[in-house]
C-alpha cells in the first residue's frame, strides 16, 4: 500500500463505479470520501420501486455482460453466481465488495452534493470547493484536492422530439426510466419506441401479459444472444486479445461478416424485420436472449417509426396504423449533463458530445487534472473493469506519478477518438462514448504500467500466457503488472472456467476451450469464400 498522503479526494456517487475509485484511493493511501446521494451503495444496481429521478434498474433486469467480465480486478464473483447475474445477485456483490473491503466507513450517506467550483488558489493547487448538504438538511462548504465524478449517465432520460398529433393521444406515454415491472399492462395494446437494450427488455417482459406488443424501430439492429456457441457467455468469447489484434489487421468489411454472418444462423435478421443499412460493428448492439422467439410468436411486431399519433392510435410510416394503443414506452435512451460542476459551463455537452480526455478528464483543466469524470463510456462489455481502470489512471496522476500528456496531446487524441467514432458508427447521440472493451482498457493500462510483456510472459509462465492472450480479457489480468499488484491475480485467471462452469452445474468437469480453433476455422472459411470465389 502506498504511503498515506494528506491530499483530501472526493467521490460523488458510491455506485458500481464510485466504489473501485474508493477502493484504489485507499490503496494509494489518500485521504479519500464519499457522498452517496441515497443510504445505500448500488447507484443503479439498486433497485428502486417507486418514481424517482435516480437512475435504476427494472424489477427483472438481468446484467448483459457475464460476471468473470463484470468483476472488479481483485474480487472474483463467487462460483455459484449466475454468469448472467439477475439485478439483485448484481447488487449483492457490490454490497459484498464494499464490505470486503470496509469501504462503507468511508461513504457519507444521504449526502447530496449542490455544486462543484474551483477553488480561489485553483490556479496554484488544483483545488475545487463543494457545497453540499449532509443527512440532517444543513448545507456545507468543504475544500477538496481533487475529485472524482462517479454518478453514472443513466439518470436523465432522453425524450425523442414529440410526434405529430402526441399531445392529442389519450393513452399514457412513459420514459423505461419510469417502468418498473408488467403491472398495469395486462392484456393492453403496447407501442415501444427505440430498440436498444431497454426497449428490447420492456417488449419481450410485456410480450408475456399484453395483449399485443408492437416495437417501433427506425433503423433495425444486430441482436446478440448473452449465450454463444456450445454455452460460453458472448462477451467472453469477443472480447480477447487474439481476436482484437486480428481485427486491427484485417479489413474492417471482413470482421463484419464473419460476425453478421454468425449472428444470421441463429436467426435471419432480414426474415425477421430487423436487418439495419449499418454493418454490425457499425452501432452498438442489443443483446435480447428473447426477441426473435417472442417475434417468432406473433407476440411482438416490428414497426417502423411513428409518422403520427390520432386521438387513440398511431399511424406508422409505411402507412399502416394501430386505431387503438393503451400504452407507449418511449425507450430512447438517456442524456448526460454536468451542471454540478460550475453550472456545466466548464464540462459542456452538447447531444452527448463532450470532450474529455481519455472520456475522463476535462481539457479545459489540462494543467491540473485534478477532477475527472468515472464510467463515462460505452463498451461492448461491462463497464465496471473500464470505470476501475479510469480510476487508477486518475490516483497515479493525481499522487504525483505523471501519466496525462500535454494539452495538445490531450486534444489530439480527443480529435482523433472522435474522428474515428464519426466515420464507423451511425449518427446518433447514442454513438457519442463508444469504446472497444480490450482497445480502450488496454490503452489505459498502459498509461500506468500495468501492460503485459507478453514476450517475456510466454518464456517464464507459457500457461498463463496463453490464457491472457487467447482466453477472455478478464479485469485480473491488469493487476498481474502495474501499481499494487494482487498476488491471487494469477489463480484468478486460471479459475475463470471452473466459475463459470460451476455456476450453471458444480458438478461438471471443466472442458478444454476450443474457441480459438474454432474462430480459426471460421476466419478461414470466410477469406476462403471471399478470394477463391
Given amino acids: ?14 455506485g458500481a463505479s464510485g466504489l473501485p475509485s474508493l477502493r484504489h484511493a485507499l490503496l494509494y493511501g489518500v485521504d479519500v470520501t464519499c ?49 448472467f447475474m439477475h439485478n439483485t445477485e448484481m447488487y449483492r456483490y457490490l454490497h459484498n465488495y464494499a464490505k470486503h ?29 463543494v457545497n453540499y448538504t449532509d443527512d440532517e438538511g444543513a448545507t456545507h462548504d468543504a475544500v477538496f484536492d481533487g475529485i472524482l465524478l462517479c454518478s453514472g449517465h443513466h439518470t436523465t432520460p432522453n425524450w425523442p422530439k414529440k410526434f405529430r398529433g402526441q399531445d392529442d393521444f389519450k393513452g399514457r ?9 408488467h403491472r398495469g399492462y395486462e392484456d393492453k395494446t403496447v407501442v415501444v419506441i427505440g430498440i436498444g437494450n431497454s426497449g428490447g427488455d420492456v417488449a419481450v417482459e410485456l410480450s408475456r401479459i399484453a395483449k399485443q406488443v408492437y416495437l417501433v424501430t427506425r433503423r433495425g439492429t444486430w441482436v446478440f444472444n448473452r449465450i454463444f456457441d456450445y454455452g460460453k457467455p458472448i462477451d467472453m468469447v469477443m472480447n480477447r486479445k487474439w481476436i482484437s489484434d486480428i481485427r486491427a489487421r484485417v479489413p474492417e468489411w471482413l470482421s463484419n461478416s464473419v460476425v453478421e454472418m454468425k449472428l444470421n444462423m441463429r436467426f435471419d435478421h432480414q426474415a425477421y424485420g430487423l436487418k439495419p443499412a449499418h454493418r454490425v460493428f457499425g452501432a452498438h448492439p442489443t443483446v435480447n436472449d428473447e426477441l426473435p422467439n417472442r417475434i417468432a410468436c406473433g407476440t411482438v411486431r416490428i414497426k417502423p417509426n411513428i409518422a403520427n399519433f390520432t386521438e387513440h392510435g398511431v399511424v406508422f410510416e409505411d402507412g399502416s396504423k394501430l386505431d387503438q394503443v393503451d400504452e407507449v414506452v ?20 452538447q447531444d452527448n458530445h463532450v470532450s474529455l480526455y481519455q472520456y475522463m478528464f476535462p481539457t479545459d483543466l489540462a494543467d491540473q487534472n485534478t477532477l475527472a469524470v468515472i464510467g463515462l463510456v460505452q463498451p461492448f462489455g461491462s463497464i465496471m473493469p473500464l470505470s476501475e481502470m479510469q480510476a487508477r489512471v486518475f490516483l497515479e496522476q493525481f499522487t504525483g506519478n505523471n501519466v496525462i500528456p500535454s494539452k495538445r496531446e490531450m486534444m489530439e487524441n480527443v480529435h482523433d477518438k472522435l474522428s474515428k ?45 496463453y490464457k491472457v492472450y487467447f482466453g477472455p480479457r478478464v479485469p485480473y489480468i491488469y493487476r498481474l503488472n502495474g501499481p499494487h499488484k494482487w498476488k491471487e491475480a494469477r ?9 463459470v462452469l460451476m455456476a450453471t452445474n458444480d458438478h461438471a468437469q471443466v472442458a ?6 474454432y474462430f480459426a476455422i471460421i476466419v478461414i472459411a470466410i477469406i476462403a469464400f471471399f478470394f477463391l470465389f
Avoid at 469501504?103 to 449542490?114: P, Q, Y
Avoid at 478444454?512 to 480453433?517: E, F, K, S
Fill in 421 to 465: 467514432m464519426a466515420s464507423r458508427y451511425v449518427t446518433s447521440k447514442r454513438h457519442t462514448i463508444q469504446v472497444d472493451y480490450v482497445d480502450y482498457i488496454e490503452e489505459l493500462a498502459k498509461m500506468i504500467g500495468a501492460q503485459l510483456d507478453m514476450k517475456k510472459l510466454w518464456k517464464e509462465d507459457p500457461w498463463l500466457a
Fill in 330 to 349: 418511449m425507450s430512447t435512451g438517456f442524456s448526460f449533463e454536468f451542471n454540478l460542476v460550475e453550472e456545466g459551463k466548464l464540462i459542456q455537452v
Fill in 491 to 499: 489463480d484468478a485467471i486460471m479459475s475463470v472456467d471452473e466459475r
Fill in 512 to 517: 478444454p476451450d476450443y474457441t480459438v480453433l
Fill in 101 to 129: 473491503y470496509d469501504l462503507e466507513k468511508h461513504i457519507k450517506f444521504n449526502h447530496k452534493v449542490n455544486s462543484i467550483h474551483r477553488n480561489e488558489d485553483y490556479d496554484k493547487t488544483g483545488k475545487w470547493k
Fill in 173 to 181: 406515454i412513459i420514459h423505461s426510466h419510469s417502468y418498473k415491472d
Fill in 1 to 14: 500500500m502506498n504511503p498515506k498522503t494528506n491530499k483530501k479526494l472526493l467521490i460523488v456517487g458510491a
Fill in 35 to 83: 457522498f452517496e446521494l441515497t443510504n445505500q451503495v448500488g447507484g443503479l444496481w439498486n433497485y428502486k420501486p417507486q418514481e424517482t429521478t435516480l437512475s435504476s434498474v427494472m424489477k427483472t433486469t438481468v446484467i448483459n455482460t457475464s460476471k468473470e467480465m463484470t468483476a472488479y480486478s481483485d474480487f472474483p464473483p463467487e462460483g455459484t453466481m449466475a454468469n
